[in-house]
């Protein structure tokens, strides 16, 4: 009983597919708009991808040019009045006719299937898609899929359909910027102050506490909507030289811009090299390094009477060396460190079509101090990468 319920399950099946196989369509041109493509072409490739799909017995392109050869008419051809009657010319059951058209960072294909016989339009479909021309035969193949109710690979649709969400994959793309920075800073407060101002004697810059700053910014936007973009931004700057000074820093920040204005607020570490020394404060808390300290320490020893015989000159009060807790500052006479900031800054973007023009306030700081400065500079958009992942 079994074995014969599966052969005549096979038997109509084997006799709607042949049904199916058995009608005939057509496809026309289809009207193209914004995009890459001829109407003869973009026909073409809907027949293509309609014949694959083994539905229907599909007339080739030269099948319709020897039909129509003498009718100049269906030149032009996508109404429903002028397809019904193509098809009849055609001896066919179904005419497939629709355009493809681009638009912003989006393309729309739409496909009506019209009954010739009946001469009405049996069903039409419009889908919108994401901006990627390459893959407009997929596109085209979802499309015929879903007018003729067949299952759609739901992955490959949600990878090409146009996405209306804020974060957007075509209308913005991957942006490059790179330009140079000008800028004033002034150490405003703490040690760091008194280390630019000290006399050189003592270890200090002997500097005014405001200086010019060079950089070159170099931007990487890795999120961007019309209303919000994330950056990275990569920054070496060198400081001080109409001073005579060296003073150089590589920044690292992370930026947020909002709006199509352009006001920005970014953040991220410092790196830079310092020079330290260890020392001591005395009660006047004036600062003495330790080799400076261990001297005076050494010749009020020396010259104190009571720490040797007067007659024989024996050492009554053995030297010992100081062993203070040391400390350390900046300090000119001392090694190179690794130095770390950290940075906000605050401003806004101002645009001249690819030209932009960052204005920027900013203050940096660590334990030994903090500075406040602004810049300003340009950089060019330089490429436009698209985010979209392509389908394998």
């Known amino acids: 009983m079994k074995t014969k319920v ?64 003498d009718i100049t008419k269906f030149d032009q051809c996508y109404g429903k009045s002028c397809l019904v009657e193509m098809g009849n010319a055609l ?10 058209d681009a638009f912003g960072n989006k393309i729309i294909i739409t496909v009506k299937m019209i009954d010739v016989k009946e001469g009405k339009l049996k069903s039409t479909k419009s889908l919108e898609f994401d901006d990627q021309p390459n893959e407009i035969s997929r596109m085209m193949e979802i499309v015929l899929r879903e007018i003729l109710d067949l299952p759609v690979n739901e992955e490959t649709k949600k990878r090409l359909e146009f996405n209306n969400e804020m974060i957007t994959s075509t209308n913005v793309g991957r942006i490059s910027n790179a330009g140079p920075r000008f800028g004033v800073s002034y150490v405003a407060f703490g040690e760091m102050q008194d280390f630019f101002t000290r006399n050189e004697r003592d270890g200090g ?29 990569v920054i070496p700057n060198v400081g001080g030289m109409e001073q005579g000074k060296f003073i150089p820093t590589l920044t ?46 050494y010749n009020e020893w020396f010259n104190n009477p009571n720490n040797f015989d007067q007659e024989t000159g024996d050492v009554i009060n053995a ?16 090694n190179f460190e690794f130095n770390t900031n950290w940075l906000m800054a605050f401003g806004r973007t101002f645009k001249s079509g690819a030209l932009n023009i960052p204005v920027n306030v900013y203050y940096s700081g660590n334990k030994y101090g903090g500075v406040i400065g602004t810049s300003v500079g340009f950089n060019i958009i330089k490429k436009k990468e698209s985010i979209n992942q392509k389908i394998k």
């Open 205 to 233: 810059m002997d500097i005014l506490p405001v200086m010019s700053n060079l950089g070159y910014q170099f931007e990487v936007q890795y999120i961007g909507t019309e209303n919000f973009s994330a950056l990275f931004e």
């Open 6 to 69: 599966i052969f005549i399950q096979t038997i109509l099946m084997l006799f709607f597919k042949v049904s199916a196989i058995g009608q005939t369509a057509a496809v026309t041109n289809f009207s193209t708009h914004g995009i890459n493509l001829t109407p003869e072409i973009a026909g073409k490739l809907t027949r293509i991808e309609l014949t694959k799909l083994e539905k229907f017995k599909v007339l080739d392109e030269f099948d319709m040019e020897s039909e129509l050869q």
């Open 91 to 100: 001896h066919v059951d179904f005419m497939f006719s629709g355009s493809i």
């Open 319 to 334: 030297y010992s060396e100081p062993h203070e807790d040391w400390v350390k500052r900046l300090d000119t006479r001392g």
């Open 252 to 297: 690292l920040l992370n930026g947020f811009r909002f709006g199509q204005s352009g006001w920005e607020f970014a953040f991220g570490p410092s790196f830079g090299v310092r020079k330290e020394i260890k020392g001591y404060y005395d009660v006047n808390n004036t600062f003495y390094t330790r080799e400076e300290w261990k001297d005076k320490a």
